[in-house]
């Protein structure tokens, strides 16, 4: 079978064995998976987690169809077009048994610790992967990751019935939040904080408040827009934080849910005090998460669809990082298809 490999700073694609099914698992045979942000880190030679080393084999965001099954705890049925959650807890400490997946501090991530999605098949623990049939392939992709991520980051929000919340960025877990909010409450009063004209005119099309930089974004605010529940954090900017401070009303959440290689900086601590203001970090998802969005991209209420811009076969996938790389304007969410050549 055919599977990309990252080391040293580039991709290259292999042949090889297809893997063994092993007790408590399940192949899939690989349909779509998207390209993240997580995937150019790799490229780029990010730190590892403990347990992790070079060469890796990428793609944490899949959908697929179930080829076989050899487990007795499986959610999965041979057949099934399922999405993998990309963490693999330990099941037994007591983040874990708590359901509070992303926390366990013996995780397994897809695409990292363990082969990825990239490639032809990926095998995976039965238990850790959901039934999405009927859902667009591509579409079922990017709820592993971009729709499931911002469902966890709005429940750590707590936006209230028909609250507000701003999102930073607008690229795939900007543009999940967004979404995702708006699937939850149709009511939500939704705003976004971008750079380029082209996402922002992309966000205004559909209903949504954009402002370019947080300057404007805080002026608005002033003028009588009113100042938010929640803002979320997905920009990648190690400047958005402290800056994104002075959007929150008092009592607000700021959810940092960006990965960013420099030093945390809020500004002066007495807004927190004085304003009751609370951040808090979105780690990934839980497998509750993940089936909360698949409910809703069932329910027609969530179209991940509409967030995928390019996509393109396994053997392209060197242009694949190129355009999540680039950006060019108008991308939103890159997918490699399985069976595309």
Do not use: K
């Not at 874990?96 to 995976?124: K, N, S």
């Not at 004209?197 to 992309?202: D, F, G, P, T, W």
């Not at 609370?278 to 993940?290: E, F, N, P």
Request: with cysteine; net charge neutral.
């Amino acid at each position: 079978m055919r599977y990309i490999e990252i080391d040293a700073g580039a991709a290259r694609l292999r042949d090889g064995p297809e893997p063994e099914t092993l007790p408590g698992y399940a192949r899939v045979r690989v349909l779509a998976c998207g390209v993240c942000g997580t995937d150019l880190h790799l490229l780029r030679g990010m730190v590892l987690p403990r347990g992790a080393s070079y060469p890796v084999r990428p793609g944490h965001e899949v959908a697929g169809i179930v080829e076989h099954v050899n487990a007795s705890d499986a959610l999965v049925a041979e057949g099934d077009l399922a999405v993998l959650h990309p963490l693999a807890p330990c099941g037994s400490c007591p983040a874990c048994r708590r359901g509070e997946d992303q926390r366990c501090d013996a995780l397994r991530t897809l695409g990292v610790h363990d082969p990825g999605g990239f490639a032809d098949i990926v095998v995976w623990p039965a238990s850790r992967m959901l039934p999405a049939n009927g859902i667009d392939p591509a579409a079922a992709a990017l709820l592993a990751d971009a729709a499931a991520t911002a469902h966890n980051a709005l429940a750590l929000a707590a936006v209230p019935p028909g609250g507000s919340v701003c999102v930073l960025g607008a690229g795939g877990l900007g543009t999940g939040a967004l979404e995702v909010a708006r699937a939850l409450d149709p009511q939500v009063r939704l705003s976004a904080v971008v750079r380029s004209e082209a996402s922002a005119a992309r966000l205004r099309a559909n209903g949504i408040a954009v402002h370019c930089g947080l300057e404007g974004a805080a002026r608005a605010l002033r003028r009588g827009e009113g100042r938010m529940d929640a803002v979320i954090d997905f920009s990648g900017q190690a400047a958005a934080p402290a800056e994104a401070v002075g959007l929150l009303r008092r009592g607000g959440r700021l959810v940092l849910g960006s990965i960013v290689d420099a030093p945390l900086t809020l500004g002066a601590s007495s807004a927190f005090m004085a304003h009751e203001l609370q951040v808090l970090g979105a780690y990934v998802s839980s497998l509750r998460d993940l089936a909360a969005v698949i409910e809703l991209s069932s329910q027609r209420r969530l179209d991940p669809s509409s967030w995928v811009t390019h996509r393109l076969a396994l053997w392209e996938f060197d242009h694949a990082l190129g355009i999540a790389a680039s950006r060019p304007p108008g991308t939103v969410r890159v997918v490699v298809e399985g069976g595309a050549g």
